[in-house]
C-alpha cells in the first residue's frame, strides 16, 4: 500500500473526529478581594454546544465552610465590597433557587464547600448560562463569591451574605 494512501487516509480520519468536537467561546473570571478579605482565584468558562463547563480554584475562604457563588449583572468591581456588581444575574425574572434544580435565576450556581485549608477546587455543567450569545450571556457580568451558604429559599439573595470576592468575567 502506498504510504501517502496511508497518510492521507489518517489526516482525512483525524479530521473528521474533530469536525464531530465543536468547541464554543471561552471566557474567564480573575477573582478579587473585597476590602477586608483575602479571598481570589480564577474562574473559567467553556460553552459546548447547550452546556457552560465551569472550573476553577478559589483560596482564601473560610476552612470547611460552605459559599454562595452566583453570577451578577453588573460587571462593576470598583466599590470595595462588590456590592457595585448589582443583583443576581436574571433575565428570565425567575425566582432565586437551586442551580440545576426547578426555577433559578440564571446567575444562581453551586455553592462552594472550602477544604481545611480554605480552598476549593470545582468542575461543573451548566445549562442555564451562555458563553458569547443569547439573553443568558455572562460575558461582560460579575462574579461574586459569598461568606456564607446560600439557603436556596430566601428571596432573592438566598441569604449568602457579604461578598468575599468580585470579578468581571471577561472573553478568554
Do not use: W
Given at each position: 500500500?502506498?504510504?501517502?494512501?496511508v497518510?492521507?487516509?489518517?489526516?482525512?480520519a483525524t479530521l473528521?473526529?474533530c469536525?464531530?468536537y465543536?468547541?464554543?467561546?471561552?471566557?474567564t473570571?480573575?477573582?478579587?478581594?473585597?476590602?477586608g478579605?483575602?479571598?481570589?482565584?480564577?474562574?473559567?468558562?467553556?460553552?459546548t454546544?447547550?452546556?457552560v463547563k465551569v472550573?476553577?480554584t478559589?483560596?482564601?475562604?473560610?476552612?470547611?465552610?460552605?459559599?454562595?457563588?452566583?453570577?451578577h449583572?453588573?460587571?462593576d468591581?470598583?466599590?470595595g465590597?462588590?456590592m457595585?456588581?448589582?443583583?443576581?444575574f436574571?433575565?428570565?425574572?425567575?425566582p432565586?433557587?437551586h442551580?440545576g434544580?426547578?426555577?433559578?435565576?440564571?446567575?444562581?450556581?453551586?455553592s462552594?464547600?472550602?477544604?481545611a485549608?480554605?480552598?476549593v477546587s470545582?468542575?461543573?455543567?451548566s445549562?442555564?448560562i451562555?458563553?458569547?450569545?443569547?439573553?443568558?450571556?455572562?460575558?461582560?457580568?460579575?462574579l461574586?463569591?459569598?461568606r456564607?451558604?446560600d439557603?436556596?429559599?430566601?428571596?432573592?439573595?438566598?441569604?449568602?451574605?457579604?461578598r468575599?470576592?468580585c470579578?468581571?468575567i471577561?472573553v478568554?
Amino acid at each position: 500500500m502506498n504510504l501517502r494512501f496511508v497518510l492521507a487516509a489518517v489526516a482525512v480520519a483525524t479530521l473528521a473526529g474533530c469536525a464531530s468536537y465543536t468547541a464554543g467561546p471561552t471566557a474567564t473570571a480573575q477573582l478579587q478581594p473585597t476590602r477586608g478579605n483575602t479571598t481570589a482565584g480564577t474562574v473559567q468558562f467553556a460553552q459546548t454546544g447547550d452546556v457552560v463547563k465551569v472550573s476553577g480554584t478559589i483560596t482564601g475562604l473560610k476552612p470547611g465552610a460552605e459559599h454562595g457563588f452566583h453570577i451578577h449583572e453588573k460587571g462593576d468591581c470598583s466599590s470595595g465590597d462588590g456590592m457595585s456588581a448589582g443583583g443576581h444575574f436574571n433575565p428570565g425574572g425567575k425566582p432565586h433557587g437551586h442551580h440545576g434544580k426547578g426555577e433559578h435565576h440564571t446567575g444562581d450556581l453551586p455553592s462552594l464547600k472550602a477544604d481545611a485549608n480554605g480552598t476549593v477546587s470545582f468542575h461543573f455543567e451548566s445549562r442555564s448560562i451562555r458563553v458569547g450569545s443569547t439573553a443568558n450571556d455572562i460575558v461582560g457580568k460579575g462574579l461574586i463569591v459569598h461568606r456564607d451558604p446560600d439557603d436556596y429559599t430566601t428571596q432573592p439573595t438566598g441569604n449568602a451574605g457579604p461578598r468575599l470576592a468580585c470579578a468581571v468575567i471577561t472573553v478568554k
